[in-house]
Nanobody, 122 residues
Framework: QVQLVESGGGLVQAGGSLRLSCAAS????????MGWYRQAPGKQRELVAR???????TYRDSGKGRFTISRDNAKNTVDLQMSSLQPEDTAVYYC????????????????WGQGTLVTVSS
């Protein structure tokens, strides 16, 4: 079994910064891609950033230059450093792990965390 536990959400003023962290627990052999998605009220969940095990990154356009994703493969953790936050960044942020292989060679196509709320006040 694999679980993702997020931390670091909260309330911040516009222009401020937050760092989100996510740790995957379980007897994990490898995780192909880890990332962050967000869902604002009344909107669909959208990709914020993702990073492969090799370090290749993808960002949504609105986050380029403001958000930085990083990963520790040995610890199975992924962080999202967010700066210059704006009210439109307010959402529940979800950690995602794509293609998780356990040491037993059981594979999970996708795993989601429970989400952490980020609120940016104007």
């Amino acid at each position: 079994q694999v679980q993702l536990v997020e931390s670091g959400g909260g309330l911040v003023q516009a222009g401020g910064s937050l760092r989100l962290s996510c740790a995957a627990s379980g007897s994990i052999l490898s995780i192909n891609t880890m990332g962050w998605y967000r869902q604002a009220p009344g909107k669909q969940r959208e990709l914020v950033a993702r990073i492969t095990s090799g370090g290749s990154t993808t960002y949504r356009d609105s986050g380029k230059g403001r958000f930085t994703i990083s990963r520790d493969n040995a610890k199975n953790t992924v962080d999202l450093q967010m700066s210059s936050l704006q009210p439109e960044d307010t959402a529940v942020y979800y950690c995602n792990a794509y293609s998780v292989t356990l040491k037993s060679f059981i594979r999970y196509p996708e795993v989601w965390g429970q989400g952490t709320l980020v609120t940016v006040s104007s």
